[in-house]
């Protein structure tokens, strides 16, 4: 889960920058006005499109992780677990764990997994929960297709303001933050999907490790998700007006 969680930190430190630059535009705004002499006044339409942008943005980018996890989690029914999940090594049962009662000390046979199944790769044991593909594909597409939907109602919304009545900086702000997010996605995801497959088609498993190779099939979701919206946003920023 560590491209999420890179995914999740980037959005963390974009939807800042979006609200820095709202809020530097309405002061900028309000010193001119003020020293033209006129006042400043933040409509309900601004109001409205600033809602329709910010939503648009927030809702675009869940249904991108909903999806990633989506197609992880279908990428494993395809490709084998191993392609879609790292797998920790299960324990020995020739293994014992001391278990502390007072002042006297007894072994105890660890158990094999804890919470999950033994399955057997590499001719090794490795523990994984059965149920976890099914709840990252419920979960994925659950996310996807209701922010999908969401995302698709904000910008029919968006679609139905004239065009004399829409504000060009708000368009301008979002598509470009939209660029960067999908274009520092895709940097980073590229180069982790080839390297984690890889080191997956060339991994030979030994005694000294303790889990399978990185399961490239989140970083591959990612890219095909993320390096499409990259082009779109790109070539959306370079039809924007010049004021």
Request: aromatic share 14%; proline share 3%; net charge neutral.
């Amino acid at each position: 889960m560590e491209m999420l969680s890179i995914l999740f930190s980037i959005v963390a430190f974009i939807v800042p920058l979006l609200v820095i630059g709202v809020v530097i535009y309405i002061i900028v705004s309000m010193t001119k006005n003020k020293q033209s002499g006129g006042k400043f006044k933040l409509s309900s339409k601004t109001l409205l499109q600033i809602y329709l942008y910010v939503l648009s943005f927030l809702t675009l980018g869940i249904a991108v992780v909903g999806g990633s996890i989506a197609l992880k989690a279908v990428s494993s029914f395809q490709f084998d677990i191993p392609f879609s999940y790292t797998l920790q090594k299960a324990n020995s049962m020739k293994e014992a764990v001391p278990i502390y009662e007072g002042e006297f000390i007894k072994e105890e046979i660890a158990q094999k997994c804890y919470q999950s199944d033994p399955v057997i790769y590499y001719d090794t044991e490795f523990c994984f929960d059965s149920n976890q593909r099914k709840t990252d594909l419920i979960n994925g597409i659950t996310l996807f297709l209701s922010m999908t939907i969401l995302f698709s109602i904000h910008q029919y919304a968006l679609s139905k303001i004239k065009e004399e009545r829409k504000i060009e900086w708000l368009k301008k702000i979002y598509t470009f933050a939209s660029l960067i997010l999908y274009s520092i996605a895709s940097i980073v995801a590229i180069p982790t999907a080839i390297y984690q497959v890889i080191n997956f088609l060339l991994f030979e498993m030994d005694t000294s490790i303790y889990s399978t190779p990185s399961a490239p099939a989140l970083a591959i979701a990612v890219v095909l998700i993320s390096v499409p919206l990259w082009i779109y946003f790109f070539k959306e920023t370079v039809k924007l007006k010049e004021d």
